[in-house]
């Protein structure tokens, strides 16, 4: 802790003001009065995927700290198409959103697995029912599809996580990636790159549009 904050710390009780929040983190997760805590992600078009637009991310936690709200709007993606959408988290990654950095082809444009030493491999499946994890990755069915290139989602109920996941998310780990760009202009998922998660799809189906780890606000 800084001089300055030792002092407003010190200072703060006497004049009674209310200034400073437990820091985050500080708590324990099964503290009640974390019930209601949220994290939020900025969403910002990956480098590279020719996206425009923006977005955020909301999750909300029950006082077990369970996800039990998820909540993603995003504009300018491909539209009309479905975008998969997950939370990444890795113990080993760096819990950002990756850079052409990460672009290891060196061709201006990332893959999923490009950006996993950023944002790590999926674990949890933002689908609009049933599963929520890994196994989802690429349920397409089950994903929201950019009605005019907007996506609004939001699922209650409690999420199935594994172990460590909701906590890791809940500290401010986990990052929010929309997969799904169009960089021909075509209008549809095409192009003769083939992703790197499922050969028989277009790497434009996969490849990641917008990224944002969710953190305290
Ligand atoms: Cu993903």
Redesign the pocket.
Known sequence: MSKTARALVLVAPLVGLTLFAPPAGADSHNDPSRHGHEVLAHLEPIPGSGVHGSGHAEVEFDEKGRIDEFEVAAHGLLADQPH???V?FGETARNECPTLMDDTSGDGRLT?TEGAPAYGP?MLSLTTEGDTSPES?LAIDRYDTATEGTINYERDGLFETADGVAEAIADGKGVV?I?GVDYNGSGAYDGEAMSDLNPALPAEATD?AMCGVLEDH
Do not use: E, G
């Open positions: 998969a959408a997950h990444h999923t999926v990755v990636v997969h990641p």
